[in-house]
């Protein structure tokens, strides 16, 4: 999923009474050769998906490097990068000797956020990352989230909502990073209670609950934590064999509830009166 950028630059964030950022015009545009470019050592993007590092290199193969990477000074001959390090890297895949590039004079106490605000606007960054940039930014810069919010453009309960990614267990944070559950899935579970996290997420995947779904279950055990015990319950195979029947008619949550007796009564979810049309034009397609 594509995230939003974090909208008008450095400015937006800092504003001209935190941080003085240097505003000196970028120099013209030179070709530096790529072995003296070395990788931004704060670069908040720790991991880069090689298919797409690929498909830009066929691209930057074919077309050549359409926009310039970002450069600034460091020691000797050596440049670090401020923006464009997949471009550098698929570069290399290709085998090109220079980059274009712009020179840009920053000091070091900025160039992380120069990154960093860089990355979000133009990369695909997984929500941990972006949260773990924005955790950088409030340790750095001093900022409350409320701050941070107020800088960003964005609402306090986004930025809210991606540091509590952070208090998540492990497993949950790896499944997210690793596309296994997405944001949605990640908030819901953050409201759960921290004992049965990992069971919600394990819950999650095994159902391959929708982000409505995770919302449901952790608003039913925020109701009566006793659900869990009720859902772990073992049931026959054949009530999975029928829950796989019935989904392809009914998206929305299905569970069987079995009494004592051996009886018992299966429950379909539905939000509004529309899901009951929508049911019925299914039942009607088979």
């Avoid at 909208?7 to 120099?27: N, Q, R, W």
């Avoid at 972006?130 to 409030?138: N, P, S, T």
């Avoid at 990614?165 to 296994?180: M, R, W």
Wanted: net charge negative.
């Amino acid at each position: 999923m594509k995230q939003k950028g974090l909208g008008g630059g450095l400015d937006a964030i800092f504003g001209t009474e935190k941080v003085a950022v240097k505003t000196a015009p970028m120099s013209r545009m030179d070709e530096i050769a790529i072995s003296q470019i070395i990788p931004n050592p704060t670069q908040p993007r720790k991991r880069f998906d090689e298919e797409a590092l690929q498909e830009l290199a066929d691209s930057i193969r074919q077309l050549g490097v359409i926009q310039p990477v970002t450069l600034r000074k460091a020691e000797g001959d050596k440049y670090i990068i401020i923006s464009g390090e997949r471009r550098w890297r698929a570069s290399q895949m290709v085998g090109l000797e220079t980059l274009p590039a712009y020179i840009r004079e920053a000091d070091d106490e900025n160039l992380h956020a120069m990154a960093l605000v860089e990355n979000i606007q133009r990369q695909d960054l997984n929500a941990i990352e972006i949260a773990l940039g924005m955790q950088r930014l409030i340790e750095e810069c001093g900022l409350t989230q409320e701050a941070m919010a107020d800088k960003v453009g964005k609402k306090r309960s986004t930025v809210s909502n991606y540091m509590r990614l952070l208090n998540l267990p492990d497993e949950v944070q790896l499944a997210l990073k690793e596309g296994l559950i997405t944001m949605g899935h990640a908030k819901a579970i953050a409201g759960i209670d921290a004992e049965n996290q990992l069971w919600a997420l394990k819950r999650c995947l095994k159902k391959a609950l929708s982000v409505r779904q995770a919302e449901e279950l952790a608003r039913k055990l925020a109701e009566n934590p006793k659900s869990k015990e009720q859902n772990e319950e073992e049931y026959p195979e054949s009530y999975s064999r029928l829950v796989e029947q019935l989904e392809p008619y009914f998206s929305q949550n299905i569970s069987i509830k079995r009494s004592k007796s051996g009886g018992g009564k299966i429950v379909i979810d539905f939000a509004s009166d529309a899901d009951i049309e929508t049911f019925i034009e299914r039942l009607r397609e088979r």
